[in-house]
């Protein structure tokens, strides 16, 4: 049986395709991405499921999947496809647009992480370790977590009080605060 793919597919389809720069129809359902991807296991949807979803214009299904937050953009999936798809610039796409629409809902830890990881490196420049997990811990409720490990780390000099400065901080964040405001999304 022919499948005709209807107009709503297509454009959503092809927003994918403009935001990764390939075309995703390429995809032919080998599902070799699914069978090297590390975390495939956890995913309710697998990865090559969630590119057919977005070739069929299934939106709400391919951003409203847990597999785009669990995703662990190692790229596996991108190097093992025999039609160069690139398969994690395709959930990076799909969680940018999750975030643009405020579909966030469906894995809220993790995309709280990804909103602090951005706030921390917008303030410092660079990653934090400290400022970040005990941002993360107290947000979620959770203070005392892995409190022993950070000890360890700190103790072996891997985790730092402090963060040194970096060269050009204020130009970075003036041109972070640009970009936000472009997209509407500016304090
Ligand atoms: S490996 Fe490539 S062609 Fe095969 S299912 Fe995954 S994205 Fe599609
Ligand atoms: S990039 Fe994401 S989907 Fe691809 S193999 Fe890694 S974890 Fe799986």
Redesign the pocket.
């Known amino acids: 049986m022919k499948i005709t793919l209807g107009d709503h597919s297509r454009v959503f389809g092809r927003k994918i395709s403009d935001m990764i720069g390939q075309n995703i129809d390429g995809?032919?359902?080998?599902?070799?991405?699914?069978a090297g991807c590390p975390i495939a296991y956890a995913m309710e949807v697998p990865?090559?499921e969630v590119?057919r979803l977005v070739q069929l214009g299934r939106e709400e299904e391919a951003m409203g999947s847990h597999t785009i937050w669990l995703c662990a953009s190692c790229e596996t999936?991108t190097s093992?496809?025999?039609?160069n798809?690139d398969?994690a610039a395709a959930m990076d796409a799909l969680r940018v647009l999750a975030f643009r629409q405020g579909q966030t809902g469906v894995e809220k830890e993790i995309t709280l992480f990804h909103k602090l990881f951005l706030k921390v490196i917008e303030r410092f420049g660079r990653v934090n370790d400290l400022q970040l997990m005990g941002r993360y811990n107290l947000l979620t409720l959770n203070p005392l977590k892995d409190w022993r490990l950070g000890l360890k780390l700190l103790a072996k000099g891997k985790l730092k009080l402090t963060t040194p400065p970096v060269k050009g901080l204020q130009e970075f964040q003036e041109i972070i605060k640009r970009v936000l405001t472009k997209r509407g999304e500016g304090a």
């Not at 093992?80 to 039609?83: D, G, H, N, Y």
Request: aromatic fraction near 6%; glycine fraction near 6%; charged fraction near 15%.
């Open positions: 995809c032919y359902q080998c599902g070799k991405c699914t990865p090559h590119i999936c093992r496809c025999p039609k798809i398969v």
